[in-house]
T-cell receptor
Framework: NAGVTQTPKFRILKIGQSMTLQCTQD?????MYWYRQDPGMGLKLIYY???????DKGEVPNGYNVSRSTTEDFPLRLELAAPSQTSVYFC???????????????FGPGTRLTVL | KNQVEQSPQSLIILEGKNCTLQ??????????LRWYKQDTGRGPVSLTI?????NTKSNGRYTATLDADTKQSSLHITASQLSDSASYIC???????????FGRGTSLIVHP
């Protein structure tokens, strides 16, 4: 199992450009999440999905969009990049069933994005 | 609003020494709490889970405690190693949803 994979690892964007951060998991997990992590700060939830075709906003969704057409993939779209979106982005997934104890999130390696 | 507070924000210790990291939470209803370790440049990885009925759980040199009455958890690291240098994050799921509440983490640096 590759687990959760993210591409690219690093990216520099100019203000106003757009890009898609890719996230794929091979664990057949229903739940997937996108977080951003700013220096010295905790993880903040951008969007999440409880299954294919279902997405919902998290704490900081402005400036981002997501889609979930398959169980495996959960891409994050930045339409008009702004310097405030400079951050490290993590994708995560978790299984379903097994009650609350089955809530371990598996994280990807992250994408470091800089907007200049 | 559910909150998870961690202390200290950062900690520097010498190799071989012990240390204790703290986590206070106000998440309700409470069922369990996880500690994650995040190495520099990597995503977090789960270290251990503490359920409502557990007081202490060990995972090698890591020992987690939970006091559900005072809503506090601690992570004790024994005989620290250079590889323990990382951020340690306390996470409490919102009992009724799929959304966990993350603490800001404690950054631990172990010096030789």
């Amino acid at each position: 199992n590759a687990g959760v994979t993210q591409t690219p690892k690093f990216r520099i964007l100019k203000i106003g450009q757009s890009m898609t951060l890719q996230c794929t998991q091979d664990m057949n997990h229903n739940y997937m999440y996108w977080y951003r992590q700013d220096p010295g700060m905790g993880l903040k939830l951008i969007y999440y999905s409880v299954g294919a075709g279902i997405t919902d906003k998290g704490e900081v969704p402005n400036g981002y969009n997501v889609s979930r057409s398959t169980t495996e993939d959960f891409p994050l779209r930045l339409e008009l990049a702004a310097p405030s979106q400079t951050s490290v982005y993590f994708c995560a997934s978790r299984g379903h069933g097994g009650g609350q104890l089955n809530n371990e999130q598996f994280f990807g390696p992250g994408t470091r994005l800089t907007v200049l | 609003k559910n909150q998870v507070e961690q202390s200290p924000q950062s900690l520097i210790i010498l190799e071989g020494k012990n240390c204790t990291l703290q986590c206070n939470y106000t998440v309700s209803p409470f069922s369990n709490l996880r500690w994650y370790k995040q190495d520099t440049g990597r995503g977090p990885v789960s270290l251990t889970i503490m359920t409502f009925s557990e007081n202490t759980k060990s995972n090698g040199r890591y020992t987690a405690t939970l006091d559900a009455d005072t809503k506090q958890s601690s992570l004790h690291i024994t005989a620290s190693q250079l590889s323990d240098s990382a951020s340690y994050i306390c996470v409490v799921p919102d009992g009724g949803s799929y959304i966990p509440t993350f603490g800001r983490g404690t950054s631990l640096i172990v010096h030789p």
